[in-house]
Nanobody
């Protein structure tokens, strides 16, 4: 059973920064990344990273968020800078292993003054 444990969410003022971390128990993960879901909205892609380091970002976070990965430890990080109130959401980590996607429980990020 693959388990993903997220950490790093919280409350931050507009313009601030947070770093999310997700540790996946197991090995041989292909794509890893983050989605987010705001109240009353669907879960949307934030950023992804492949096993060889290729990244993809949702347009609204480009230039503000950076995804990285420690392959040896199966950990994926999301550095979030210049946060805006519209970034407020529950952030979910995911990891793909042998064609199956596993999800974390989610971590709340609230951007508010």
């Amino acid at each position: 059973q693959v388990q993903l444990v997220e950490s790093g969410g919280g409350l931050v003022q507009p313009g601030g920064s947070l770093r999310l971390s997700c540790a996946a128990a197991g090995s041989d993960f292909n794509n890893m990344g983050w989605y987010r879901q705001a109240p009353g909205k669907e879960r949307d892609l934030v950023a992804t990273i492949t096993w060889d380091g290729r990244t993809n970002y949702e347009d609204s976070v480009k230039g503000r968020f950076t995804i990285s990965r420690d392959g040896a430890k199966n950990t994926v990080l999301l550095q979030m800078n210049s946060l805006k109130p519209e970034d407020t959401a529950v952030y979910y980590c995911y990891a793909v292993q042998r064609g199956y996607a596993y999800w974390g429980q989610g971590t709340q990020v609230t951007v508010s003054s």
